[in-house]
Each structure stands twice: as C-alpha cells, then as structure tokens.
C-alpha cells in the first residue's frame, strides 16, 4: 500500500511502536530547538538531567520573545542561554536574529527530517516539508539528552488544495483562516494535517510555511507539505541545496480523512476576538474602525509579503488614528527590506519598525490601549494576550492590515483600489549569519546564571491518593494564557517558578496562587475544565507553576496535547469525565477524593473514582495514560524518571 508523507517520515525515524493512528510511537529526532522563553526552563531541565553534550544531530537556542530589557532579567537570561548553549553543543540565535520558526525555516529546516521546538508554532517548518512538532521544555530536554520522543501516532488529514489564490488580495493567512472556520480551535486535535494536490504548486515555501504555523490554532500536532521543486528553489536561494530531497505521498497513499479546499474560492478573510476561529470575511467587517495594526510575527513574516506591505504603503500615509507597527521575522528578511528600500517606503508611511523578534504578538511592548481595536498579521488574539485586558484583537492578511493601517478601518482589499507589487520569486537571499553563534568545544566553559534564574521544582512521587480541593472550574477551550499569562511583566519572571507562579490564572482569577498555596499542605488543589483544556501555547509554566502552587490533578472533558504532556511531564495527573455530566455537579470549594490512584495508574487501570467528600456522591473519570505516562507519574514528573534512568546524576537543588 502506498504512503503518504508523515507515514514516509515517520518510518524513517521510527525507534519502536507501530505507526498506527491511537498507537505509542518511539522516534529518533534530528533537530531540536529552544526560544528563550520557554528555553530558560528546557536548559536547566538538561542541565539538571546530567549529561555532558546534546545529543541531537543539531540543537539550536533562539531568543526571540524577552527581548526587551527594561531591567536585567532578560539580557541575563540571554547570557545564560548564550553560554549553556555553547557549553552544551547547540547553536546560538542572538537577540535580533528573528523569530525561531522563521530563521529556522531559512537556515535549518531541512524536507524529511523530523525537528522538535520548544515553541508551539514550531510546525512552521512543516512547509519544507519537515516534520516538526512543538513540544514542552523537559520534553526537548529529555530528547536532548538523548531519550528517542515519544507520542501517539496522530491521524492523518490530507488538505486536497485545487485552484489558486485571487492574488494579491488572498493570501497564504487566508487559507488557513478558511481552515479555522471551518474546524475550529479543536479540529484539530490528534491529527495532522498533510496538504496535496494540484494548488500545492501555487504556493511558495514560505507561504506553506504560514499556513502550517497556524495550523497551530487548529489544535493540530502539526502540519506538512510534500517537499517539491519549490522546495528545492527556497533551498537553493538560502544557499542549502543540499539539503533538499524530494518527498512526495505515494499516489495511493491512505489517510484517515480528506477535505478539499479549492484556493480560488477563498476570499479575504478576518478571525474577531477572541478566538481565532472567530472567522468572517472582510467584506462583512466592512468599515470597523481600526486603532492598531500590527504586522509581521512568525506567521506573516516573509521578505515577499513584508516588499507586498511596502508597496501598499510607498508615497501613502497611515490614517490619522492609527499607530502601524512592523516586525519583520527575521535579519535576513529585515536586511532585504532596508537594502531595497521597502523599510524606508514602511517609515515613510508613518509605521513603527519594530526589531526581529515577538514584540506585540505576545505583549512584548505594543500593547494597544483601553478599548482599543487591534488588527494584526499573527496567528493568536486570546483575551489579554495584547498585554491589555479589553482590548478587541482582530487577525487578518498583511494585505488587509496595511490597507487598514491607510484607511483606519477594514476594506476589503478587492474594493479599496490600490495596486499591490508582488515581487519576483528571489534567486539569492542575503545570507549574513553573523548574529548565529555555531556550539563550542569547550567543556570548561562556564554557565552564567544570573540571580533570577532559580532551580526547577521537582514534584514529589504520588501519593497513594489524592484528597484535594476544588480551587477553580473553568469552560471550554482555556488557554495556556489563561493559565499562564505572558506579556511583558511576566515573561521575564519565566527563569523564576516561585516569582511567576504568583500569576497563575491571574486574569481569570487574581487570588488564585494564594488561595492555592493555602491549600497546599491541606492537600492541594484540583481544576476542573471544559473541552480543549489548555489549548494553545507550548509553555510548560502553565504546568511547573501550579504545580509548584500544589496542583495535584485536572479533570477537564478533554485536553490539548501539548498542555496535556507537560501536566504528565510535572506530576499532575490529567483525568477525564467518563460521563461529561458529571461537569456540571461539581461546584467551587468543593473538596474530591481520588480514590487509590496510585495503585490505578501503576495497575494500567484505565478508570477510576472519585468521591466529592463535601457532597457525598462519587463518579468516574478516565485515566487515559499509556504506560509510559503512567511510569512517569508514578515517579514524580519526567525530570525524576530520566534521573533515576540514568547515572552519574547531578544533585538538584
Ligand atoms: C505563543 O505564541 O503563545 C508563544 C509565546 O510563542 C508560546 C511559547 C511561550 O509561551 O513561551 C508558544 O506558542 O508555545
Ligand atoms: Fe512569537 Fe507570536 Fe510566533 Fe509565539 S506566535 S513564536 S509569540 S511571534
């Protein structure tokens, strides 16, 4: 029978298990890498595992969200970085190089080869054709340190694409803003998504690109493109020819589902706050009022659409309301851009040039005002993420936010008359990796730590059973920004568990860490939630910190994946309705009773009770956990299995 892409991969670098949608694969990985804001974190994690070098083919550690330095905190982390990296074998991204996934696609990624990143975004790589999964940091440290990843074998979705895009007014943001409205943030879920098909070739490489990067928000493992001969061009223009093969699903390839999706169809299109999937076509939208618009991120970020941007706005001025900020992802792109004009054209418009990095997109500075309606090229617009609380976030092409950032309002891109300059496909990109450090040799080296950067927490092993009380419910689709608030307070605080665990759930529910650490020494605490818990981002704070509070387990409807295997990786235990129901019953302060969970998840046991002491009735959950996971939680988290794997270990504080 014939395979399709993943299945190609995945054979490739298959250590054990049977690739079989449900199944427990083992896989050998060739790439890993870190940001600095979840990779403070992953390097302390391998440096607490104990092993002198990384063991990947290739680890690379990229700064890119803290940059901003409005004390020491983040420079110093970035010396830490800067330093472990060299000391342990990865390379080195230094602040102003780009975003991760967009520097990693020019100068790394590589078609069929399997990258983990510590970033949820990291698919970004699957336009390459590259199997590339975002992961939490012990996750990435684990691999690192030479563990083979695992992960149960996901669904694949073949995206059948015909046709091709109205250019330039529809874009590649289009495409997959067409996909979350008809999915949704949880369509996602166990599944990735292989795109095929005639439409294929109307995409460049880094077009794929954001399209797999978002395919993010659907919930998705990840998303891949078949490596082509415009696969093989990108390649050759980045001066990495050699790292082109081709990889194609076999013609009778097999796949658990297919959806055709004809590019010629798709218009111009625009998610609403708060969820990404809140989607409508511009058209719709027609003549709201805009007070922001930001562009770039790691999904927009390409030297194409940013000279596509320029063009929009050369010899124009922004509207008299709107403040235009840019951040191209990466030096190459940003380098391209000032030496062909295109930034002077940005300036001359009235836009801020933001430096290569996150900035806005994770409230990194840029945070609009009381009220304010935002239009932005990124890929997430969660209540608060802007850094401001109410503000009204809205997500869209570049295309359309620079038409709005000219008209104060959103036009749709067909009526508002302005001609837009695609650019010819670039034979050559400006290639200057002077701000990408390669691994050092030496042993000696000595790891910077400034004084915010604190031990990881280590959870103790599981008790025979869990007595705790009910310290939250919460709805459907929490994100891990709910859970663990970023922007640019706190980012900083991401080295430091006992100082950012004072923000758990601030948003939602500012007592929550106090009321928590109460509860610790009385048992701990529990959170129920909805479907999709703990949906977006890779950050395993949303893990390490309530777990540091005294959070002993989540009984949700269901989780997402990533959210799901930093919960197991720290000790907490995911626990599932067997009747959904029974969500209903459970109140706030309630106190619940896990009865003999130790010997459940030991035993394989795949249910098991639970009593609410304080109302007196019981109900079962679902304990969903192969045996590895099971393993895990018994020990205590990942970090204290691998450590009493392997020997000589390094003491932890
Ligand atoms: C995000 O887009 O939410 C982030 C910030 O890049 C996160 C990582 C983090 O929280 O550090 C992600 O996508 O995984
Ligand atoms: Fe950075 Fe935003 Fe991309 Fe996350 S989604 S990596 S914060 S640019």
């Known amino acids: 029978m014939g395979k399709n892409v993943v299945e190609k991969i995945i054979e490739a670098h298959l250590v054990s298990g049977e690739p079989v949608p449900g199944r427990l694969i083992s896989l050998k990985v060739d790439q890993v890498y870190t940001q600095d804001a979840t990779g403070t974190m992953a390097w302390l994690e391998f ?24 004390d020491f905190m983040n420079p110093d982390d970035h010396v830490f970085l800067q330093t472990i990296a060299a000391r342990y074998g990865a390379w080195f991204s230094k602040p102003g190089n780009g975003i991760s996934h967009q520097v990693h696609l020019e100068r790394f990624a590589a078609p069929g080869k399997i990258a983990l990143g510590t970033d949820s975004h990291t698919p970004t790589g699957g336009g390459i054709g590259m199997l590339a999964i975002g992961v939490g940091g012990l996750e990435a440290a684990s691999v690192m340190a030479g563990e083979p990843f695992e992960i149960t074998m996901p669904r694949v979705v073949n995206v059948r694409l015909t046709g091709r895009l109205q250019r330039p007014y529809v ?9 979350l409205r008809r999915l949704t943030v949880k369509g ?63 013609p009778d390839a097999n796949y658990s589902e297919t959806i055709e999706l004809n590019l010629s169809d798709i218009e111009p299109l625009v998610a609403r706050p708060h969820s990404p999937d809140n989607v409508v076509p511009v058209r719709e939208l027609k003549g709201t009022k ?7 991120s790691c999904t927009n970020s390409s030297y194409s659409i940013m000279r596509q941007v320029a063009s929009i706005l ?30 002077a054209d940005m300036i ?49 092409s570049p ?38 450090i390669p691994p050092q040799e030496d042993r000696d080296l000595k790891v910077i730590k400034g004084p915010n950067i604190k031990e990881v927490p280590v959870m103790e092993a599981l008790s025979d059973q869990v007595e705790a009380t009910v310290l939250l419910k919460l709805g459907d689709n929490i994100t891990t920004d709910d859970i663990m608030p970023a922007g640019s307070k706190i980012l900083p605080l991401r080295s430091n568990i006992p100082a950012i665990s004072e923000y758990v759930f601030h948003n939602i529910e500012p007592g929550f860490s106090k009321r928590a650490l109460e509860l610790k020494e009385k048992g701990g605490v529990i959170i129920i939630g909805g479907e999709n818990y ?7 704070h949303a893990a390490l910190a309530p777990m540091y509070l005294g959070l002993k387990a989540v009984i949700a409807k269901s989780f997402a994946r990533i959210h799901r295997a930093n919960l197991i990786n720290f000790g907490i235990i995911p626990l599932v309705f067997s009747d959904p129901e029974d969500y209903k019953k459970i109140k706030e302060g309630e106190k619940l009773r896990i009865k003999d969970i130790k010997k459940v998840i030991t035993e394989g046991k795949e249910e098991a009770m639970v009593e609410n002491i304080s109302e007196g009735y019981s109900f079962k959950v679902k304990v969903e956990l192969n045996k590895r996971e099971r393993s895990l939680l018994s020990a205590g988290g990942l970090l204290p299995y691998i450590r009493s794997k392997s020997t000589p270990q390094q003491s932890l504080s």
């Open 290 to 296: 805009v007070n922001q618009v930001c562009i770039g």
């Open 47 to 70: 440096e607490a595992i104990g092993i002198d070098r990384v063991k990947v083919p290739l680890a690379v550690s990229y700064v890119d969200h803290n940059t901003l330095q409005t």
């Open 188 to 250: 996602g879920v166990g599944k990735i998504f292989e795109y095929s098909g005639p439409g294929v070739s109307d995409l460049s490489v880094p077009e794929r690109a954001t399209i797999t990067n978002m395919g993010a928000e659907l919930g998705a493992t990840t998303s891949v493109f078949p490596s082509d001969e415009i696969t093989k061009k990108f390649l050759k223009a980045q001066g990495r020819l050699k790292d082109w093969v081709e990889l194609r699903a076999d």
């Open 399 to 436: 295309i359309v936010c620079a038409i709005a950032a000219l008209k104060g309002e959103l036009v749709d891109p067909r009526d508002a008359q302005i001609e837009i300059e695609i650019p010819d496909e670039v034979e050559e990109f400006l290639i200057n990796d002077n701000l990408l």
């Open 348 to 396: 001359g418009a009235g836009a801020r040039i933001l430096e290569s990095a996150c900035g806005p997109c994770i409230g990194m500075g840029g945070a609009p005002g009381t009220g304010h309606i935002s239009l932005r090229s990124y890929n997430r617009n969660f209540k608060g993420r802007s850094g401001t609380k109410d503000a009204f976030v809205y997500l869209a």
């Open 314 to 343: 050369r010899g124009r001025a922004i509207a008299k309301n709107v403040s235009l900020l840019i951040n191209p992802g990466s030096k190459q792109v940003y380098e391209m851009l000032a030496r062909d004009g295109s930034i």
């Open 534 to 540: 703990g949906q977006g981002s890779s950050r395993e």
């Open 171 to 179: 874009t590649a943001m289009d495409v997959i803003l067409e996909l």
